[in-house]
Structures are given as C-alpha cells and as structure tokens.
C-alpha cells in the first residue's frame, strides 16, 4: 500500500511590479518620440537660422520677415512638438523597463526636455513676440539675445539628449540599484521541470 503523500504544489506566479506596454504600442510611441524629438530638434535650428538673420540683417524689411516667421514657427508648432516629446517619452519611460527613475540618462532627459518646454512657454516665446511688436511698429529690434538665446540654448539641451539616447550613459540610478537588488533577493520562481 502506497503512503498518502500531499500533491506537490507549484509557487504562485509572481505577478508583474506593472503592466507595460505591448510590442505594438511600445514601437507606436516610439516612433512618435522620435518623429516628435526631431521635428522639435529640426524646428529649433531654423528659429536659430531665422534669429541669426533677424540679429544681423542690415534691413528692417528682412528682419521683420524673419521675426514673423520666427513667431508662426514659435506659435503653431513649437510647443505641440515639446508636448509631444515630453508625454510620448513619459508614456516609454513609465510603460518599459527602462522607467522613469532607474537609469541616469533617462532621468537627465525627462528633466531636460521639462525644463526646455517650460522654456519654451514662458520664455522662447513671449521673447519672440516682443519682438515682433517693436519691428512692426517701426523700432529696431529691441535685444537680438530675445531672439538667438532661446534657439541656441535649446540645440544645445536637445543635440545633448539625443547623444545621451544613443550612449545611454551613466548606469543605474540609487532607486534604480535598489530595484535592481530587491528583484534580485526575491525567490525565483520553481520551473514545472523541477516541481515534479
């Protein structure tokens, strides 16, 4: 007669910290993010272009050109783009492996690309619009750093983020390491193999 023995019980499945995104969704937001990032990149060197002609034409007819398109470019398409940038890059950020908080140069970006949107909205363009009103009502352009400021400090944030994209430099972050131990220290799960 065979002893009665307990059925062997598999661990309980642990369960995901988070769901993320699917391969499909995760590929469509980050083609938004790239397409976004580059447009916002692509912009900025224009106004940059746009701000160097307006400083150093010798023409007010010229600079007045330049201001206004300056001021289409800042007014129509400037901040959708930032806000583009930041919201899909939150969405991979929070929806990956990669989160917000884990890993250095994804931590560097969100804070660069929320500074530079700010920047954008409080700062680029209201500077551009007070310039537009002084050439149009027939005075000189009032300070050619409210017009060549902005652009350059935004190339500057947004060449840096695109090198730290492709780098991916720096490691972990201390919430990153402390994830990374506490997944570490947690039991693994038992494979069917060696359960029965």
Known sequence: MKPLTEPKQSPPARTPARPGLGRRARRTF??????????????TLGLLALGITAATTRGPAMTEAALRAMKLFAD???LPLALLTLISGL??????????ARHRWVYT???????????????????????VAAVAAGQPLPDAGDVLFG?????????????ISVLKPWGLTRR?????????RRPRQASPAAAS
């Open 76 to 78: 129509w398409l400037l």
């Open 151 to 163: 652009p350059v400090v935004s190339l500057s944030a947004y060449v840096f983020m695109t090198v």
């Open 30 to 43: 980050l083609v938004v993010h790239v397409v976004a990032a580059a447009g916002w990149l692509g912009l």
């Open 109 to 131: 970006k969100f804070w660069l690309t929320l500074g530079t949107t700010t920047a954008t909205a409080f700062a680029l363009r209201p500077g551009v619009n007070t310039a």
């Open 176 to 184: 990153g390491r402390r994830l990374r131990a506490a997944a570490a």
């Open 91 to 100: 969405v991979l950020a929070l929806g990956t492996s990669w989160g917000l």
